[in-house]
């Protein structure tokens, strides 16, 4: 892989100029961010706290924060990953506070072995999506990534449901990219392990 | 290819990182392993399922707060 970029041929991220008019004090600018990444944002705190309330009071805190911090992003990554780090933060943060007894971080529960050796090799139905209601499906899902450690259902949700790459999750949560890795393993093979259990092809009943 | 190191490669496959001779040996063991082949399969599935159906809406009464906040608190910075 050529190691130097030519100029012209990357393109240009239209946050760069949105960043640049809000650095400015256009707070229309800003606003404009806060409407593309808000729900992005919104579900990201969600999923970590598993707490409407405090996903709200997350999203909020991060874009103000954002704002007061806007010098300090240098545009080394996207405007995007900065953002969700800033509101990876403060979601653990409120974890945190939540959960008094016990620290949570994103070293948590690494050690179990649950889930690295999958179990269920059951087959599943051709569209397992199909047998559920969407409201039925949702809270099937929902459920199943609540049932997570918060370090794997964060690594992914970042990944898998935000779709952000291995390096911008690694970025955005400050782990290394091994890190990232093994525990999308885990958390991809427990959600797996769990969800089976819905979708799982039922072996008597089914027409030949 | 054993089922240990098929599942070593399982994030690398899914992240379309995996180099051609690794894929080759994935392939050729889920051909010959029901077990992987379901994991694969089902892996995948667990990740398009996620992928595909949004569990969070915002609220649209969140949505007008949030932006009189920053609007609010975002006009006295500069
Ligand atoms: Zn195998």
New interface residues.
């Given amino acids: 892989m050529p190691a130097i970029q030519s100029p012209g041929t990357e393109e240009i991220h239209p946050d760069v100029a949105l960043v640049a008019r809000a650095k400015e004090g256009d707070t229309a600018a800003f606003e404009q961010l806060v409407r593309q990444y808000e729900r992005q944002i919104f579900r990201v705190a969600q999923h970590i706290t598993q707490n409407r309330e405090d996903a709200e009071d997350i999203t909020q805190d991060a874009f103000l924060k954002a704002y007061e911090k806007l010098d300090q992003f240098q545009g080394n990554s996207k405007f995007s990953t900065w953002l969700v780090r800033i509101a990876v933060n403060e979601s653990l943060m409120r974890l945190r506070k939540r959960k008094t007894s016990k620290t949570v971080s994103m070293d948590e529960d690494v050690q179990t072995e649950e889930g690295s050796i999958p179990r269920d090799f059951a087959e599943w139905r051709p569209n397992p999506e199909q047998n559920y209601g969407q409201a039925e499906l949702a809270d099937i899902l929902r459920k199943t990534i609540q049932g997570l450690p918060p370090g794997f259902r964060t690594v992914f949700t970042l990944r898998d449901i935000e779709n952000l790459s291995t390096e911008e999750t690694a970025e955005a949560l400050g782990l290394s990219v091994p890190a990232v890795k093994s525990r999308l393993l885990r958390a991809r093979l427990q959600l797996r392990e769990r969800l089976s259990r819905h979708f799982r092809q039922k072996k008597e009943g089914l027409p030949a | 290819m054993t089922c240990t190191d098929f599942?070593s490669q399982?994030?690398?496959y899914?992240?379309g990182?995996i180099s051609p001779e690794l894929l080759e040996e994935v392939r050729a063991h889920t051909a010959t392993c029901?077990?992987c082949e379901?994991?694969l399969?089902?892996?995948s599935?667990?990740?398009s399922?996620?992928?595909?159906?949004?569990?969070?809406?915002?609220s649209n009464e969140?949505?007008e707060?949030?932006?009189t906040?920053?609007?609010t608190?975002?006009?006295p910075?500069?």
């Fill in positions: 599942l399982l994030t690398d899914f992240d990182q029901p077990h379901v994991v399969d089902t892996t599935k667990t990740i399922v996620y992928r595909d159906n949004e569990l969070y809406e915002l969140f949505r707060r949030l932006h906040a920053i609007m608190k975002c006009r910075c500069k």
